[in-house]
């Protein structure tokens, strides 16, 4: 039986705001198996950054707060743990990279200084051990003459080998997951898949679970083995990597992938774009979230938020589109649409 790794149910959590609490994320479920991936993917605004970083407990330190649910790691409620107990999961069990891999670097301490201080804080290993340890680390991420690099600074190298270096700090502790949060949205193209190749090999190595986060549908469907798919702080689909490129069944989730540049756009044709924008959490429209940008939009969308409808073997849909009554109509119609 396959094991999950993370259960995240329910999980809301709000800024506090004038009028009361802005939830940026509402009531989001989600799971993961050990050694897959799942990515979460929505336009920017949609609530996914606050999702990893409530993971990750960092939302306390945005001024966030936890509302309600649970984030169970092999069963643990991370949503109930003190920061001094985080600082020792996010340091040994989890672990994070981000978009820009300046920021998560020193620049006054050497690449390799800053490996070995992470496996010397963690694993408690000899300064020795721990240099030695670090070159390895590096040749594993792909840096050509590790001993060499191993003695430069952040800034004398280009932006993919220190996202690789980032890599490498994440992967001192031989994390269980691996939260990546846009990873390769500052890189250009070659790079960006090179760091995807190598985050697949080094997942296959190590056997981690990854949480990808990403607003490029491009690199879900190279990563994922599920995908979840936010708007304005919900989940509004989430299905196998297949089910949501074959058979898409939120109209939102159509929207992102007819979005995707393609062969046709690169021939000139104009690139679809969904219409209007995400809404202010402030100030979210009655019904479902995504009526006012919905072409299907119907009246109960506008009235009713609609409930989670199970739409294929493994993929469940918040969309009145698939209301029982509607729903032979509907799943013929959603084909055409495709
Ligand atoms: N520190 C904060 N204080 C108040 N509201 C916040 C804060 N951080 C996030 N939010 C709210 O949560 C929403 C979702 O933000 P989030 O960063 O998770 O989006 P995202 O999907 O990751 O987008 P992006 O790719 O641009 O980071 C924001 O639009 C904002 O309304």
Same mark, same amino acid.
């Given at each position: 039986?396959t094991?999950?790794?993370?259960e *995240?149910? !329910?999980?809301? $959590?709000?800024?506090?705001?004038? %009028?009361? #609490?802005?939830?940026?994320?509402d009531?989001v ?17 949609? =609530?996914?950054?606050?999702?990893s ?11 966030? $707060? ?5 984030? @169970? ?9 003190? !920061? ?11 672990a994070?990279?981000?978009? &820009? ?8 301490? $050497?690449?390799?200084?800053?490996i ?6 963690? !694993?408690? %290993?000899?300064?020795?051990?721990? #240099? ?19 003695? !430069?600074?952040? /800034? ?5 080998m ?8 994440? @992967? ?5 997951? @691996? ?8 890189? &250009? ?13 080094l ?11 990403? /607003? ?33 069944? /939120?109209?939102? $989730?159509? =929207?992102?992938? %007819? ?5 046709? =756009? ?15 959490? =402030? ?12 072409? /299907?939009?119907?009246?109960i969308?506008r ?7 199970? *739409?294929?073997?493994?993929?469940r849909? @918040? ?12 799943l ?7």
């Amino acid at each position: 039986m396959t094991e999950k790794i993370l259960e *995240i149910n !329910q999980l809301t $959590t709000g800024f506090k705001a004038e %009028k009361g #609490w802005i939830r940026a994320t509402d009531k989001v479920t989600l799971s993961l198996e050990k050694g897959k991936t799942v990515c979460l993917v929505g336009e920017s605004g949609s =609530g996914k950054s606050v999702t990893s970083h409530s993971i990750m407990r960092l939302i306390d330190y945005a001024g966030g $707060t936890l509302l309600e649910g649970s984030i @169970l790691f092999h069963g643990e409620n991370l949503a109930e743990k003190s !920061q001094e107990e985080m600082r020792h999961i996010r340091g040994n069990r989890i672990a994070m990279i981000f978009q &820009d891999p300046m920021s998560s670097l020193n620049p006054v301490f $050497t690449v390799g200084e800053q490996i070995a201080e992470s496996l010397r804080l963690h !694993q408690k %290993k000899s300064e020795k051990q721990a #240099w030695k340890e670090a070159v390895d680390l590096l040749r594993m991420v792909g840096i050509p003459a590790p001993e060499v690099r191993a003695k !430069q600074y952040p /800034h004398e190298m280009s932006g993919g080998m220190c996202q690789r270096v980032v890599i490498a700090i994440a @992967l001192a502790c031989r994390p269980e997951l @691996l939260i990546a949060d846009e990873p390769t949205t500052a890189l &250009d193209v070659t790079v960006q898949a090179q760091i995807l190749d190598l985050l697949r090999k080094l997942q296959k190595e190590i056997g981690m679970s990854i949480l990808l986060i990403t /607003h490029d549908m491009g690199v879900a469907a190279e990563m994922a083995d599920r995908i979840a798919v936010m708007y304005a702080g919900v989940i509004v689909e989430e299905g196998s990597v297949e089910e949501i490129f074959e058979n898409p069944g /939120h109209p939102y $989730t159509l =929207g992102l992938l %007819k979005s995707i540049p393609g062969l046709e =756009g690169e021939r000139g044709n104009e690139l679809y774009t969904i219409q209007g924008s995400i809404p202010s959490l =402030g100030q979210l429209p009655s019904g479902c979230r995504f009526h006012p940008r919905c072409p /299907h939009a119907m009246d109960i969308c506008r009235e009713k938020e609609p409930p989670s409808f199970q *739409i294929g073997k493994d993929q469940r849909a @918040l969309c009145w589109l698939f209301d029982d009554q509607k729903q032979g109509s509907e799943l013929e119609k959603r084909s055409e649409r495709v």
